[in-house]
């Protein structure tokens, strides 16, 4: 199992989401010049579907929705992944009554670089770095192999499957469900440390 090098840590200076680096990415909080380039990733429904809750379809006013509650919450940490200063996919992690969920979405155009096996490898080590997470959990619909070879790269470890409401279909599907324990992750953690730099 091989994980990203390096991945730096700039902490901001209200305390916020930092920004963390990868080799290839950036993960940052998002801001209002985002909501175009949101909306036009997340309103496909190859992406929507994939996802328990984006709408289908997804608008201009959905993305400064999402903005504006992006980062209010306490344990929640929530980034736009952009690749070349261009964005290409979200991720974050959610306090959710099982714990914190981890999630992620990337446009199309952007599948099958391992640019989300990168991300969330970022993601995992801020939450159990920073956040001070003990656990994770995940998933993954049943009908999407690539999402859930993302989980299996990152260490996660398959608990079993549930329906969960997809909002973009107004129905519930069948989800592989994940979760990746603080200890996994220490003892596996062998792609190197997590930079801090003020």
């Not at 680096?21 to 909306?39: F, H």
């Not at 129905?171 to 003892?187: E, K």
């Amino acid at each position: 199992m091989t994980f990203a090098p390096e991945i730096c840590v700039h902490i901001r200076p209200d305390g916020r989401v930092p920004v963390l680096e990868t080799a290839r990415l950036k993960l940052r909080a998002p801001c209002s010049d985002d909501a175009q380039a949101i909306a036009t990733l997340a309103n496909d429904l190859r992406v929507a579907a994939n996802t328990a809750r984006l709408p289908h379809p997804y608008r201009i006013a959905d993305a400064e929705e999402f903005i504006a509650a992006a980062n209010s919450r306490d344990g929640e940490a929530c980034f736009m992944v952009t690749r070349d200063s261009r964005l290409i996919g979200a991720c974050g992690v959610d306090l959710r009554g099982a714990g914190p969920e981890l999630g992620y979405w990337f446009g199309a155009p952007f599948w099958g670089r391992g640019y989300a096996t990168e991300a969330v490898r970022a993601l995992i080590d801020y939450a159990f770095g920073d956040l001070g997470c003990e656990r994770l959990h995940s998933g993954a619909r049943v009908s999407n192999p690539a999402s859930r070879r993302v989980l299996e790269k990152c260490a996660f470890q398959w608990t079993g499957v549930q329906l969960t409401r997809v909002r973009s279909i107004n129905s519930a599907a069948p989800v592989d469900r994940f979760r990746l324990d603080h200890g996994l992750w220490a003892s596996l953690k062998t792609w190197g440390h997590v930079r801090h730099v003020a």
